[in-house]
């Protein structure tokens, strides 16, 4: 069983920028995807950003792009997220996810983490 443990979440005002890190317990299987999803208070979990394992195939939620930038390093079975130019409606906790291919949908994805708290300060 695959773990996935976020970090680097944490309070930050509108404008600044945050780095969150996901380490897996081991590597996932050869063409696994990561990325990473997001939900508000009361609201659904939707997706962030994901990527394929060579880092040659990349997708972003149209409200992120440009401003998120999701990265990987495979020899520390790791995945980043480089959260810049934050805004309120960020806020939110943020799950890493692994899966047999990059998706933006939840239910494609095998494993996932506990997730870590984000907040955007105006």
């Known amino acids: 069983q695959v773990q996935l443990v976020e970090s680097g979440g944490g309070l930050v005002q509108a404008g600044g920028s945050l780095r969150l890190s996901c380490a897996a317990s081991e590597r996932t299987s050869s063409g696994s995807a990561m990325g990473w999803f997001r939900q508000a208070p009361g609201k659904e979990r939707e997706f962030v950003a994901t990527?394929?394992?060579?880092?040659?195939?990349?997708y972003y939620a149209d409200s992120v792009k440009g401003r998120f930038t999701i990265s990987r390093d495979n020899a520390k079975n790791s995945v980043y997220l480089q959260m810049n130019s934050l805004q309120p409606e960020d806020t939110a906790v943020y799950y890493c996810?692994?899966?047999?291919?990059?998706?933006?949908?939840?239910?494609?994805?095998?494993?996932w983490g506990q997730g870590t708290q984000v907040t955007v300060s105006s």
């Open positions: 990527m394929t394992r060579s880092g040659l195939v990349t």
């Open positions: 996810a692994a899966g047999p291919a990059p998706s933006q949908t939840m239910s494609n994805y095998l494993y």
